[in-house]
């Protein structure tokens, strides 16, 4: 049984659809705090040939919410269009346009103020786009002791879903050590997502933005092969 664990992301980058595609039970923390920093509510698309932010904007509330706590801004409804928008007048011109902005725009404009609920919904709908069969299991309902932290947490996650192997994305590398999940009987690995380069118009390259850039420029059966393939496991 393998496992992977993670915050939810907003329109991730490829990786985190190949960590889900690797395992097979992908756990999405719900009852973790909020990070301003991290890409729970942000990420990047291309923009006139560079990278830019795209944001769920969000209620003013303590820094020391659960992410499931956290719920999106009053004026959600109008910078929603904005968004959309945005992602419109920065592909419009790309080749999978019109088979994927009807998805991005259901996501976009679904009906949910919880910030949690609206990215699980994303990942879900976009899991189905991408072929993609792995259960998705809120943290939360995982009967552990959930006041652990860091890397016992993620050990009694995968301990209580009988998990063999854990997969973690290459950035981990310095936060878990192999012997230490040794000795709990799991396996570690590591997921190293490939900067594996694709058209994008006439702009220069930019790796690993969010799954809409490349869902815009790769039919289905070309990201079906780079979600399986292109990556390295160690």
């Given at each position: 049984?393998?496992?992977?664990?993670m915050?939810?992301?907003?329109f991730?980058y490829?990786?985190?659809?190949?960590?889900?595609?690797s395992?097979?039970?992908?756990?999405?923390?719900?009852?973790?705090q909020?990070?301003?920093k991290?890409?729970?509510?942000?990420?990047?698309?291309?923009?006139?040939?560079?990278?830019?932010?795209?944001?769920?904007?969000?209620?003013?509330?303590?820094?020391?919410?659960?992410?499931?706590?956290?719920?999106?801004?009053?004026d959600?409804?109008?910078?929603?269009?904005?968004?959309?928008?945005?992602?419109?007048?920065?592909y419009?011109?790309?080749?999978?346009?019109?088979?994927?902005?009807?998805?991005?725009?259901?996501?976009?404009m679904?009906?949910?103020?919880?910030?949690f609920?609206?990215i699980?919904n994303?990942l879900?709908?976009?899991?189905?786009?991408?072929?993609?069969g792995?259960?998705?299991?809120i943290?939360?309902?995982?009967?552990?002791?959930?006041?652990?932290?860091?890397?016992?947490?993620?050990?009694?996650l995968?301990?209580?879903?009988?998990?063999d192997?854990?997969i973690?994305?290459?950035?981990?590398?310095?936060?878990?050590?192999?012997?230490?999940?040794?000795?709990?009987?799991?396996?570690?690995?590591?997921?190293?997502?490939?900067?594996?380069?694709y058209?994008?118009l006439?702009?220069?390259?930019?790796?690993?933005?969010?799954?809409?850039d490349?869902?815009?420029?790769?039919d289905?059966?070309?990201?079906?092969?780079?979600?399986r393939?292109?990556?390295?496991?160690?």
């Amino acid at each position: 049984m393998k496992v992977a664990i993670m915050q939810p992301y907003l329109f991730p980058y490829i990786g985190y659809f190949q960590l889900i595609n690797s395992v097979d039970a992908f756990v999405i923390y719900d009852n973790i705090q909020f990070s301003k920093k991290g890409w729970i509510n942000r990420n990047r698309i291309l923009v006139n040939g560079a990278d830019a932010y795209i944001t769920l904007p969000l209620k003013k509330d303590s820094d020391y919410l659960d992410v499931v706590e956290r719920q999106l801004s009053d004026d959600w409804p109008l910078e929603r269009k904005k968004l959309l928008n945005r992602i419109t007048e920065s592909y419009r011109k790309a080749p999978q346009f019109a088979a994927v902005y009807p998805l991005i725009e259901q996501i976009v404009m679904h009906e949910e103020k919880n910030l949690f609920r609206y990215i699980l919904n994303s990942l879900q709908l976009l899991n189905s786009y991408l072929e993609i069969g792995t259960p998705l299991v809120i943290s939360s309902s995982v009967e552990i002791d959930h006041s652990l932290k860091a890397e016992k947490k993620v050990i009694a996650l995968c301990q209580a879903l009988k998990a063999d192997t854990y997969i973690n994305p290459i950035g981990g590398v310095e936060l878990y050590d192999k012997a230490g999940f040794k000795a709990e009987g799991i396996e570690l690995q590591f997921l190293k997502a490939n900067a594996v380069p694709y058209p994008q118009l006439k702009n220069e390259f930019v790796p690993f933005l969010s799954i809409i850039d490349v869902m815009m420029f790769n039919d289905r059966e070309s990201l079906k092969r780079m979600i399986r393939e292109e990556f390295t496991l160690n």
